[in-house]
Structures are given as C-alpha cells and as structure tokens.
C-alpha cells in the first residue's frame, strides 16, 4: 500500500510501460510502500503452476516471488519499476530524498527471487 502521494504516468525507463512517481518530497527515511495484509494477494507456487499462461504472465509482470510465494500487490506498488540504483530499500522506505515527479523504483533483485530463477534481459 502506498502511503505517499503517487501519479501513475509512462515510465522514462526503456519498454518498462508505466511507471509510479512521487507527487511530494519524499524525505530519506520515510516509508512510502507499506506491505501488509490485505494489500495484495498471495500463491503458492503450487497454486502459480495450475493457473494458465496469461494469469502466470500477469503475476511475473506484476508481482514477485519471495521464498516460494507470489505476491501481487492490489494497489499503485505494481507500478514501482526496477533500477540498479533504486531510491527504495526493499521494505519500501525512501533511500534518499526523492523529489516530486521522480519515478519510485525498487532493485527487483532484493525482492523477488525470481529475477534469479529467470533473469529477463533487461535486468
């Protein structure tokens, strides 16, 4: 769950589509993605492999896999793209200030293990 103000807009991140931006200073430090229950939904990989190839290919666009389960958030976090030099940990929390109209993103390697099991390209 986002807890900043946020725009969806088109990312300037090459063939990433659209992209989550900071509509505020966000302050080092603050917490702008909150993971808690409710605010997205959860498969077992088990339950991944019976669904069929267009929902798989949804949750892997929009979700990720950590220590055999898919979460797919519900609200604007599907949005946050990936960067080698994120301005969000892992947890959500802004690594440094980020200014309005900064696209939010996360390094899609420390939260989804399954960048390792199927590296795309453009990682």
Not at 24 to 46: E, H, L, N, R
Not at 89 to 110: K, S, W
């Amino acid at each position: 769950m986002i807890v900043v103000k946020t725009k969806i807009d088109l990312s300037k991140i090459p063939n990433a589509g659209n992209g989550l931006f900071a509509n505020q200073p966000i302050p080092v430090g603050m917490p702008v993605a909150i993971k808690q229950s409710g605010t997205y939904d959860s498969y077992t990989q088990k339950e991944f492999e019976c669904f069929d190839e267009k929902f798989k290919n949804f949750i892997q666009d929009f979700g990720c896999l950590k220590s055999g389960v898919w979460r797919v958030d519900k609200g604007r976090d599907k949005f946050i793209n990936h960067s080698r030099s994120p301005n969000l940990t892992f947890d959500g929390v802004a690594r440094r200030n980020i200014a309005p109209g900064e696209e939010l993103t996360y390094d899609y390697r420390e939260i989804d293990d399954n960048m390792f099991l199927n590296p795309p390209d453009w990682l």
